[in-house]
Every structure is written in structure tokens, then in C-alpha cells.
């Protein structure tokens, strides 16, 4: 892929950022490292402080403390009209009167850009969303998907260093929001831009970002390639916010073994520290529980509760006394036979778990 | 269908109403204002006879100028003060309401007399120490028309766009803000134009010659000149309302925001 952005792509760095809002901690010292040309993605719950960190890139916001660095520069006192970063908002914040082409120049007649170059910018930013058709409407004249895909063109055409999403796609409709996040995906690697993407929404994180990271009251918790991140959660505050986890009941065995069900299972290296005896959760994924036979000493019995069809994969969700119902995905051909009422057994496939505290 | 039919009377019985109150003695007076001499046949004379008397065109020149001289005031105290207090001063906001109802809780008497002895003295002496009086009473109205224009925009999400693109406060105000409250400006703007036009109470316990003031001494000397001034007037009124309202429709046409 070649790289049309004349900027070179410029490297993000947040160090021990903190953000009070008198008592509210919105983020503490909050640690992140973007790389030139990389998509990192913020993802956390509502309140994390995803929005703050980004207000904060962008200038919109002081930090209480920390520092933030763009190309090894301290960017702190720099106002946020002279930063060079481009934001889309997670409301629409086209300005109502203006054009659609009058909203993409904005930044560029700040910049007191030669009128030639400018209409050259903006007629390639309108293709670049393929909005070339629109370039003389207003805003309240697009639909929700065109106002934020001008809202991009308009952050794009300035050439910024770093490009700001703040949940841009969370006002869409699903297939639109599918859509739009592969275009901008696409347009990010075709310009090389660095960029910080805020979501709720882990699939969207994981579909488009090279690296996510989760947040969790105004830290980062994990931040690594989307795979890794599913395959190996450092905490299970990650492991259930990143896919499905169920949380199962057990208790710590000696030897860095936990009571399961009726499985001992080895804890991971990091957890095995809990003293023999104490309550604990598992975390297990959907797909690492199996059918096993009933014969099986370690299989536990319950009774199906939920059944949804979910074409090549199917979840079920199955009733054990003393645990929250259990939920799985197995094969579509393989739970065929099963129907909601009906006795079912399983187990745990997994080498190795990861637990957390009660 | 009792909904129906109860609907119909009432529209009915208001435009029946309207017309007993309104539309009659309007229609009456403008037929009255026509009368010749001693009430015999149609003509223009009132009309002539109001434009010789003395003071007419000048009293009328001084009436606009002030408050055209008192809605750019406003606009210019009021506009800069509004933005403030929706972007960063919320917490000011209902000491500046306070402050912006007073005019209407004060009596005039005593507004116009405090006011004018803690006027700057060169002012004093100029009729132009009207203007401050004029934004003042319109203060209330003007600080509504603001606030709810701002309130339907989402200025916050505005202006950080703006100075996220690269443009100084300047620009954002001038090309962002203004622009997406002008529905507002044009309606505080008329409102301070409308009351400075009629003011009479403080501008005559002043002692100034204003349009309105002019029109009670003149009215006293002629009965149908009476009626045709009052003709004049509203009429008057009616066409810069129009004018100011077309020029407010269009530009809110382009601010309508599709939710
Ligand atoms: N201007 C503010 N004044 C006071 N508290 C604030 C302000 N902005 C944010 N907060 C608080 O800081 C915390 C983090 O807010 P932030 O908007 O960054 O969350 P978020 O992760 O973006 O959430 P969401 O997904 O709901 O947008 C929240 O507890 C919020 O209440
Ligand atoms: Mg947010």
C-alpha cells in the first residue's frame, strides 16, 4: 500500500496522564505509546475515561498532570488550534451553515491555504468518502452515515499528525457503522496516519484497530494486538470485557491447581499465589467448554436453558446448581439433538485458567 | 365529534372576537384618517398636514437612529456576554438572568432618574444617553432571545471542532458562532428596535424629543392627524417586523439542524 499523506506519520505518546475532575479520578496516570502510522484503539466501558484522554490529545482538555508527547515534542502548552490533529466527534459537529465543501476547507482557509491548493484538498478529501456528489449541500441535507463521513473528510483534509475518533460510528445503524469503519480503516492505511479510536464496542475495536487498548477506571489495563488480547487476557477485567466470559465458581487446590466443577484445572502462573482453600472465580470462554460424555468422571451435568442458532455456531446457555447459567458455543451440527429442558453434559477444555477474586 | 364541533366554535368565537376588538377599530381609524376637512370626502391631508407639522421627520430620524444606534449596542454587549455564559460561565449565568430581569422589576421612574445621575456627564447632555436606557429595558428580552438560540445549537461540539481545524477564537466566533445563533441576533435585535421605537416613558421624563414622544404633543392639536399618526405608526412597525422577520426566516432556514 503506498502512502499519499505528504506528513510524515508521527508518533503519539501519553505519559502518566492524570485528569481530576474534583473527586472523580477520570484518568490516572494513563500510559500509552502510538506509533508512527499505527490505529491503536481505546476501548472501555462508559466513564473510563476514553473521552478525556482524547480531549486531551486533542488540546480540548488541560491534564492535571502527565505529559503528552507528539514526535518526541512536549505538547502540553500548545493550544489546541495550533496542534494539527484532526477530531471527529462523537455527536455530529458539522457547522450547519456551511456547504459540505465549505465545511472540509475550514481548516485549511484557517490556515490561510493558496484557494488553488484548497479546492484541489477538498476534491480529493470528497473523493476519498465518496462524496463527491454532496459537495454543495448542508449538513441537515445528509444522512447521519454522510455527516460523519464529512466530518473524517474535514479532519482529514488539514493533513493532521494524529487523527482523533471519538466513537464516531455510535449514532449509525449497524450495517452502516460496519461499513464506514472499514472505510476509514482503509483510508487510515492508505494515508499512513497515526490514530487514536475511541470505542464501547469491542468488535469494532478489534475489527479495525492494529492494537487496542482497554481501559478501565482511567488506566490502561492491557493494550496489545486484538488476538492476543482475546487469546490472552492479562486480567480478567479484560478477559470479560473483550468476548464472552463465563465466571465459575471454585475453590484453590494445592499444587496451582483449582476445584472446578468437578475439574482441577491449572491456574496460570500469576494467579497460583492464592492460598489452598479460598473461593475464587474461574474465567472460561464460551468455546474452550466441550460436550463431554456423562460417563466422563470430570463432565458436569446441567440442564439447557438457552438455545440460539447463530448459523455455522450455536450458544447455549446451560443450568448448574450453585453457578450463573454456564454459556458455550458449539457446532450447529453438533447440538442439533438438544433441545431446552434436556440433560447435558460438559467440561472444561481448557490446559489452564485464569481466576479472579470473589 | 363533540371535539370537532367544540373546536370549531372556538375558532369561530376568536376570530369573531379578533375582529370586535382588532380588526374594526383599525379598519374604522385608517377609513378615519382619510377624511378631508371637517370630515368631507377622501384625501391624503392628514397625511400632509402630519408630515408639515414641526418635528416630524426630525423626531422620526432621531427615533431610528437611536435605536438602531441601541440594537448594535445590545448585540455588541450582549452577544459576546451570551456565548461566554454557555461555553465556560454556567455558573454565572443566573446572577446575569438576575441582572437582565431587573429592568423589569425596577420601576421606570426610578431607573430613569438613578440612571441618568450616575451617567458619565457628557452624556447627559446628549440625547444619545438614551441609547444606554434603550438597551437596558431590553436587556430581558434580548438575554432570552440569546440563551435560546444557543441553547439549540451545540455550541460546546462547535467550537471545539473549530479550534480543532486550526482557527483562532476570532474566526470561530465570526464564521461559527454568529452565523449558527443568527435567528437569535435577528430577534434580539428587533426586540431592542421595537422597544427603543416606543418608548415613551423614560425618553419624556428625560425631556428628549423622540418620535414618540412627538407623536403625543402633535396628536393633541388634530384629531384625524391623531388618528393618522397612530396609522403611520403601525403600519410603520409592521413593515420593518416584516422586513426583519424575512431576513430571520431565511437565515434560520439554513441553521435547521436535522435531528
Ligand atoms: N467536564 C467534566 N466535569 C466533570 N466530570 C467529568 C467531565 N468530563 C468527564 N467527567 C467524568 O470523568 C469520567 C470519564 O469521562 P469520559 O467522558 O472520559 O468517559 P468515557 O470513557 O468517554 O465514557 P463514554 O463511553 O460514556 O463516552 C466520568 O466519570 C465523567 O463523569
Ligand atoms: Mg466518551
Redesign the pocket.
Given at each position: 500500500m503506498t502512502k499519499e499523506s505528504l506528513r510524515e506519520s508521527s508518533t503519539l505518546e501519553l505519559v502518566k496522564v492524570s485528569?481530576n475532575?474534583?473527586s472523580?479520578k477520570?484518568?490516572d496516570r494513563l500510559n500509552l505509546n502510538v506509533k508512527p502510522g499505527e490505529l491503536v484503539a481505546l476501548l472501555?466501558?462508559?466513564?473510563?475515561?476514553?473521552?478525556?484522554?482524547l480531549?486531551i490529545v486533542a488540546g480540548l482538555?488541560s491534564a492535571t498532570s502527565g505529559d503528552l508527547f507528539v514526535n518526541q515534542v512536549r505538547y502540553n502548552e500548545t493550544p489546541a488550534n495550533m496542534r494539527d490533529m484532526g477530531m471527529v466527534f462523537?455527536s455530529y459537529s458539522l457547522f450547519p451553515n456551511l456547504t459540505v465543501t465549505e465545511n472540509i476547507e475550514y481548516g485549511l482557509r484557517a490556515r490561510k491555504v493558496d484557494p488553488s491548493l484548497r479546492a484541489k484538498q477538498v476534491t480529493k478529501m470528497l473523493e476519498l468518502v465518496a462524496l463527491g456528489n454532496k459537495a454543495k449541500s448542508f449538513p441537515h441535507q445528509l444522512s447521519g452515515g454522510q455527516q460523519q463521513r464529512v466530518a473524517l473528510a474535514r479532519a482529514l483534509a488539514i493533513e493532521p499528525r494524529v487523527l482523533l475518533l471519538?466513537?464516531p460510528l455510535s449514532a449509525l445503524d449497524a450495517q452502516v457503522r460496519k461499513q464506514i469503519r472499514e472505510e476509514i480503516r482503509s483510508i487510515q492505511l492508505n494515508l499512513g496516519i497515526t490514530t487514536l479510536f475511541?470505542t464501547?464496542d469491542q468488535e469494532e475495536a478489534m475489527a479495525i484497530a492494529d492494537r487496542v487498548g482497554v481501559?478501565n477506571h482511567?488506566r490502561l489495563e492491557q493494550i496489545d494486538k486484538p488476538t492476543s488480547l482475546y487469546n490472552d487476557p492479562r486480567t480478567p477485567f479484560v478477559a470479560s470485557f473483550v468476548g464472552q466470559a463465563n465466571k465459575i465458581p471454585a475453590t484453590m487446590r494445592n499444587k496451582g491447581k483449582v476445584q472446578v466443577l468437578n475439574q482441577k484445572i491449572n491456574v496460570s502462573e500469576k494467579d497460583s499465589h492464592f492460598p489452598e482453600g479460598k473461593n475464587l472465580n474461574v474465567i472460561v470462554r464460551p468455546e474452550s467448554i466441550e460436550l463431554a460424555s456423562e460417563n466422563d468422571p470430570e463432565s458436569t451435568n446441567g440442564l439447557v436453558a438457552i438455545k440460539s442458532f447463530l448459523g455455522p455456531l450455536t450458544k447455549l446457555g446451560i443450568a448448574v446448581e450453585g453457578t450463573p447459567l454456564i454459556h458455550l458455543s458449539i457446532s450447529s451440527k453438533e447440538v442439533r439433538k438438544f433441545n431446552i429442558g434436556d440433560k447435558i453434559s460438559f467440561k472444561i477444555s481448557s490446559e489452564e485458567v485464569m481466576v479472579e477474586n470473589v | 365529534m363533540i371535539q370537532k364541533s367544540s373546536k370549531f366554535i372556538l375558532i369561530s368565537a376568536s376570530v369573531i372576537v379578533s375582529t370586535l376588538l382588532f380588526v374594526i377599530p383599525l379598519v374604522a381609524a385608517s377609513i378615519y384618517s382619510f377624511k378631508g376637512n371637517q370630515g368631507k370626502g377622501y384625501s391624503f391631508a392628514n397625511y400632509l398636514w402630519l408630515m408639515h407639522q414641526d418635528g416630524f421627520f426630525q423626531s422620526l430620524v432621531t427615533t431610528l437612529k437611536l435605536a438602531i444606534l441601541a440594537g448594535a449596542l445590545n448585540l455588541i454587549l450582549m452577544v459576546p456576554t451570551m456565548v461566554f455564559l454557555n461555553l465556560k460561565g454556567a455558573k454565572f449565568k443566573p446572577l446575569v438572568d438576575f441582572l437582565c430581569i431587573l429592568p423589569l422589576i425596577i420601576p421606570v421612574v426610578s431607573l430613569a432618574i438613578g440612571a441618568q445621575v450616575s451617567m458619565p456627564s457628557i452624556l447627559q447632555n446628549t440625547e444619545y444617553e438614551l441609547v444606554f436606557f434603550y438597551v437596558v429595558i431590553s436587556l430581558p428580552f434580548t438575554f432570552r432571545a440569546l440563551d435560546n438560540a444557543l441553547q439549540a445549537v451545540s455550541l460546546n461540539t462547535l467550537v471545539e471542532a473549530s479550534r480543532n481545524l486550526g482557527a483562532t477564537w476570532f474566526r470561530t466566533i465570526v464564521k461559527v458562532i454568529v452565523p449558527s445563533i443568527k435567528s437569535g441576533i435577528f430577534s434580539a435585535m428587533f426586540l431592542t428596535f421595537a422597544l427603543s421605537i416606543g418608548e415613551y416613558t423614560i425618553t419624556s421624563l428625560l425631556h428628549w424629543d423622540t418620535f414618540s414622544t412627538w407623536t403625543v404633543v402633535a396628536g393633541q392639536q388634530n384629531i384625524l392627524g391623531a388618528i393618522a399618526i397612530s396609522i403611520f405608526s403601525f403600519v410603520g412597525a409592521i413593515a420593518l417586523l416584516t422586513i426583519i422577520a424575512l431576513f430571520s426566516n431565511k437565515s434560520k432556514k439554513l441553521i435547521e439542524v436535522k435531528e
Open positions: 485528569r475532575f474534583g472523580v477520570a484518568l472501555g466501558p462508559s466513564g473510563c475515561g476514553k473521552t478525556t484522554a480531549r482538555e462523537q471519538d466513537e475511541v464501547h481501559m482511567g | -
